[in-house]
């Protein structure tokens, strides 16, 4: 599913934000936090959502050790080579479409001035 | 790297050995179990009654496990050993390995078995800096477990492992009490699985399980791997073994990085087991007539990592490829800044050379529309970041002198760019080859521009952009009393008049006038430069030149193999064939593995090149020297359609036929033969 895009079904259902970082890539990418999950990051371009879904498709699964590794993930400010070696967080699944969602944020994150987990309750 | 080891890999997974199977690290041997560049087993010693068995013989079976052959021997060679181990390894995430003592005599035999097993946990870092361990080393055991571990704060690296039989388990290794009956044998098996996690949650991963003695995972198998690559049939036998050597070698190289498909070459062994942008590139591109797989791997996962944002302290700008990737302690602690760190000036060029190249050889066109993105952003980094002072060149200057590299150019030792009178240049420092890069890289993307994204105004700018560069260069950079390009400008917009092998990279490259290029293959081919083993990195009149200096005087065989596919660039054809032979003269006399690098010792003096003692083998872009050799040898070449073949072979090497070549046309046979215009 990452990458193939289809551009419609995101934007119509969940508002979005604008994150230039992300340009090109198209997928799902799952966050759990301690072995839950938590949410999932609707990437559609450069159109991306954090929405409350945690049982539908998702191309990669972000394992984040608590919700500070979470909240540096959406803000891009994490990244997932210490991140990795610090056992703090892990992908599984598609880890290319994971990394570039991952360094993309760290490009003006639309997340960068929330105080918590984004879009989520 | 020692003759007397013994290196099996997997991956980032190995284990260097002496030639009994132990391991005992000290600052001088880099035994040890080895994975994402930390050392996770440095002691490993076996001994049988009190003694440590003596070597018979070592069967290294594949580049992934090992046989050592041993007899516990007597003290006196009149009296024959009734006592023989052998000694199977097989590495892959951690290692496995069988002990089987064989009992010869008549009658039974009481033995204590005693396996030694201890870690320093070292980082690459620490090893290369002499650098103490920041936390502490502890270890347990519990169920028949012994535990090493390393404890910084909630990082924690350990090594666990079992052994098959009951024996007494110390903090420092296993000891076996067995008796073995007359004309029988006793074994045990251990497991060794290295893995990390942190202190304070719960774990998140499995530790790494082992190979069970199989052959590992890596895409495909070795026998897949060599049934893949093109058959060499070479006249000259030794060309033979060394092709093979190549081939094994490279699949042992073979490296996943997890975050695109397939595997790439990753640096070399012992302690560069990882992504290293130029070290990749740069193999893949030679090896790319043999298993163009490489490419497309390597240009795919650089592309993930491809720098987004401008971060000082890893050298990162947007747009620019990385230099390398590490997992030890020290980078995990921002220590070192390699997570990734992008101090290379050269990556980002290379990657747009070895895009086209591979688009041109192969007509998959799909790789450069999916990479697209990324080279054009490589594009634009290179006059928007890579000329630093927009003087028309590219130049580097670390930006946190602590912990960057000092030259960023693949001469990366700190003595390589100096004066003729051996005075160091200051920096930013503009080397030739990488004007010569930006040169081909332009050059290269007008024509996927054009043919591949549709861009014709791209292809024309970048064009223009490439003739003013060839323009300007061969003006600026050209010292006309001596008769070569200079090494580079240095801080002050001084031509640092050396003469290096750097002119090489630029036959190479294109960017040289023809009657300039005339002068430095003059130059090339000289006694100076031109060792009777292949190119010296610098020439022998040269006030830094050392013959075992790194960069400064030794031959590197890929810098070689560059040189010879510039010069046949050119048409010095029989030039081109001087050297690869000499290349392959030399990889002979290695037992067919070439080293990184070996001394620049004149041929006339030694029969046999000098080895250098530090020097990594296997390492990958002197693995893929052979390929590329091979690949001028016959003049292989692609105009996007049809497979060009135009050997020039040197007649010692009689004729060489290169069978089912991959490539646009699908596979193709090449033949060449030596002819007397190329004899030398």
Not at chain 1, 70 to 91: D, H, Q, T, Y
Not at chain 2, 312 to 335: C, N, Q, S, Y
Not at chain 2, 549 to 573: E, I, N
Request: net charge negative; charged share 25%.
């Amino acid at each position: 599913m990452a990458n193939e895009g289809s551009e419609q079904a995101g934007r119509q259902q969940w508002p979005g934000r604008t994150a230039p970082g992300l340009a090109g890539l198209y997928g799902r990418l799952r966050i759990n936090v301690a072995g839950k999950p938590v949410g999932t990051l609707v990437v559609e371009g450069t159109y991306v959502a954090l929405i409350p879904d945690v049982h539908g498709p998702a191309d990669t699964t972000a394992m984040c050790a608590d919700d500070e590794t979470m909240r540096k993930l959406l803000r891009g400010e994490l990244n997932p080579f210490i991140a990795s070696m610090l056992r703090m967080a892990r992908l599984a699944g598609d880890r290319g479409f994971g990394t570039r969602v991952i360094l993309g944020l760290q490009v003006d994150s639309p997340f960068k001035g929330d105080s918590g987990k984004g879009d989520l309750p | 790297m020692s003759l007397d080891i013994v290196s099996i890999l997997e991956g980032s997974t190995f284990v260097v050995s002496d030639r009994r199977g132990d391991l005992d690290a000290t600052p001088t041997e880099n035994h040890g179990l080895f994975l994402e560049d930390t050392r996770f087993l440095s002691r490993w010693i076996l001994t049988v009654g009190g003694i440590r068995p003596k070597t018979l013989s070592v069967d290294e079976q594949s580049y992934f496990k090992v046989q050592f052959f041993e007899a516990v021997t007597t003290g006196t060679v009149y009296v024959d050993s009734h006592l023989s181990v052998v000694r199977r390894r097989c590495v892959a995430g951690g290692f496995e390995e069988t002990i089987e003592i064989e009992n010869h005599a008549k009658e039974p035999v009481d033995l204590e078995v005693k396996l030694e097993a201890g870690s320093d946990f070292a980082d690459l870092f620490e090893v290369k800096d002499k650098l103490a361990k920041v936390g502490e080393l502890y270890n347990n055991v519990t169920d028949g477990t012994l535990t090493l571990g390393y404890r910084r704060g909630t990082f924690v690296r350990e090594t666990i492992i079992k052994a098959d039989k009951k024996g007494e388990i110390h903090g420092d290794g296993f000891v076996f009490k067995v008796k073995i009956p007359a004309q029988s044998s006793w074994s045990v098996s251990f497991e060794v699985v290295a893995r990390g996690r942190r202190a304070d949650i719960e774990d998140m991963e499995h530790p790494r399980r082992t190979g069970m003695l199989q052959e590992p995972e890596t895409g495909r198998g070795l026998k897949q791997w060599i049934a893949n690559a093109p058959r060499l049939i070479a006249s000259w036998d030794p060309l033979n073994r060394i092709y093979h050597r190549s081939l094994v070698d490279l699949a042992a190289l073979r490296f996943e990085t997890g975050v695109a498909p397939g595997a790439l070459p990753a640096a070399g062994l012992p302690w560069f087991m990882a992504v290293f942008g130029r070290d990749s590139l740069l193999t893949s591109f030679q090896s790319l007539a043999f298993a163009p797989e490489l490419s497309a791997a390597t240009l795919r996962a650089l592309a993930v990592l491809q720098a987004r944002t401008n971060d000082p302290f890893r050298d990162a700008e947007p747009g620019k490829i990385l230099h390398e990737v590490r997992f030890g302690e020290m980078t995990a602690f921002e220590d070192r800044p390699q997570s990734p760190y992008y101090g290379a000036a050269d990556a980002t060029m290379l990657f747009l050379i070895l895009l086209e190249e591979y688009d041109r050889w192969t007509g998959d066109h799909a790789l450069a529309r999916e990479l697209e993105r990324e080279a054009r952003a490589a594009i634009a980094w290179i006059d928007d970041y890579g000329d630093r002072d927009k003087d028309g060149y590219v130049e580097y200057e670390r930006r946190v002198a602590k912990t960057g590299l000092e030259n960023q150019c693949w001469k990366d030792s700190w003595d390589s760019i100096a004066f003729a009178d051996g005075t160091l240049a200051p920096t930013p420092r503009a080397t030739c080859e990488l004007q010569g890069y930006v040169y081909d890289a332009k050059h290269r993307m007008a024509r996927v521009a054009r043919d591949v994204w549709g861009d014709a105004a791209l292809a024309e700018k970048l064009e223009r952009e490439a003739r003013e560069l060839k323009e300007r260069f061969n003006r600026d950079f050209w010292l006309p009393d001596r008769g070569f390009f200079a090494l580079a400008l240095d801080g002050q917009k001084r031509k640092v008049d050396s003469l290096t092998s750097n002119i090489g990279h630029l036959l190479w490259s294109g960017i040289a006038d023809n009657d300039k290029a005339d002068l430095c293959v003059k130059h090339l081919m000289s006694d100076e430069l031109f060792s009777g083993w292949g190119i010296r990195t610098m020439a022998s009149s040269e006030g830094s030149y050392n013959p075992i200096g790194y960069h400064v005087g030794t031959v590197w065989p890929h810098d070689s193999s560059f040189a010879a596919w510039g010069l046949r660039r050119y048409g010095y054809r029989a030039e081109a064939a001087r050297i690869c032979r000499a290349i392959l003269e030399a990889a002979d006399l290695f037992d067919g593995r070439l080293p990184e690098a070996f001394g620049g010792y004149p041929r006339s003096q030694t029969e046999y090149p000098v080895e250098y003692p530090t020097a990594c083998s296997p390492q990958a872009w002197a693995t893929g020297a052979p390929l590329l050799v091979l690949r001028t040898l016959l003049g292989l070449d692609s105009d996007g359609k049809h497979m060009i073949v135009d050997p020039a072979i040197p007649h010692p090497l009689g004729r060489i036929e290169l069978l089912s070549v991959p490539g646009v046309w699908g596979r193709m046979d090449a033949f060449g033969r030596a002819l007397s215009s190329t004899e030398e």
